[in-house]
Nanobody, 119 residues
Framework: QVQLVESGGGLVQAGGSLRLSCRAS????????MEWYRQAPGKERELVAG???????RYADSVKGRFTISRDNAKKMAYLQMNSLKPEDTAVYYC?????????????WGQGTQVTVSS
């Protein structure tokens, strides 16, 4: 009864920008933290950025100063603005949310969206 859907991935040149969106839907009571993770082939999934319900943010050192996470609680959406993209940013990006919903409390993942940065 909860779904997270990501969009906005694609192919960009190094130095370019991209904005990812994550939409949560279903019988949601309240969303706590929302986060963006990424996973490159053969590597572990890593936390890129997170934002609390109150808007407190945190970032991986590798993206600090380049990426900005935000959320719209009314729309149940999270965003990741990615600027000054590097080839090393190439990965599948996933949205994650911890939330209260109709059946209780749980963590949910989106399907992932591919981001490819060419050099």
């Amino acid at each position: 009864q909860v779904q997270l859907v990501e969009s906005g991935g694609g192919l960009v040149q190094a130095g370019g920008s991209l904005r990812l969106s994550c939409r949560a839907s279903g019988r949601i009571i309240a969303i706590d933290d929302m986060e963006w993770y990424r996973q490159a082939p053969g590597k572990e999934r890593e936390l890129v950025a997170g934002i609390s319900k109150g808007g407190i943010t945190r970032y991986a050192d590798s993206v600090k100063g380049r990426f900005t996470i935000s959320r719209d609680n009314a729309k149940k959406m999270a965003y990741l603005q990615m600027n000054s993209l590097k080839p090393e940013d190439t990965a599948v990006y996933y949205c994650n949310a911890a939330l209260n919903y109709g059946l209780g409390y749980g963590t949910f993942w989106g399907q992932g969206t591919q981001v490819t940065v060419s050099s």
